[in-house]
């Protein structure tokens, strides 16, 4: 019995050496940005299980008189065991508070777009925007390769367990162009 608690407190101890040890680094922020058109997506994570997207209408938009925009997603994703599904979501994007520099959704799980499904993953997108007064801007096609290809991408330091603000500040400035 004493053998097993001393095996035990090793091991705990080891634990303890190795987080007190890990780098706060390994949780900071990074963001993937992508923007065509007016559209911009956010895709944020870090280290540490954080995978959020946001979604943004620019300042440069047609739609931004408007006091709010809707987006109807179309996006086909594959899903479980290779499974090709068709999903359809509108989401309201309110206007940026900071800045004025359009329009942001809140940070919306990663997996959103496909179901809220955690096997899913998007192989093309379209976004279609509307006002109010139902003018419409486009239906902006995204396809995954054209995504991951043209996002540039930024960090922070933010450790937070949602978007932190360092990475807010950089969707942002890119709302604004």
Not at 22 to 46: D, M, W, Y
Request: aromatic fraction near 8%; proline fraction near 2%; charge should be negative.
């Amino acid at each position: 019995m004493k053998q097993l608690m001393m095996a035990m407190m090793l091991v705990l101890t080891a634990v303890g050496a190795h987080a007190a040890t890990r780098s706060h680094g390994s949780c900071e922020q990074s963001v993937g940005i992508f923007t065509k058109g007016p559209l911009l997506t956010a895709n944020v994570g870090n280290g540490c299980g954080l995978a959020k997207i946001a979604l943004g209408y620019k300042k440069s938009g047609i739609l931004n008189y408007a006091d709010h925009v809707d987006v109807k997603i179309k996006a086909t994703c594959t899903v479980g065991h290779g499974e090709i599904k068709d999903f359809e979501k509108t989401v309201t994007l309110r206007r940026e508070q900071t800045k004025g520099n359009g329009f942001t959704t809140h940070s919306l799980d990663v997996f959103y777009m496909c179901g809220d499904d955690p096997s899913g993953r998007f192989t093309n997108a379209e976004f279609t925007f509307t006002a109010p007064d139902g003018t419409t801007d486009g239906a902006y096609s995204v396809t995954k390769d054209e995504y991951y290809a043209n996002s540039q991408s930024a960090g922070t330091n933010d450790t937070s367990g949602d978007i932190g603000v360092g990475i807010w500040g950089i969707i942002v400035t890119e709302l604004g162009k």
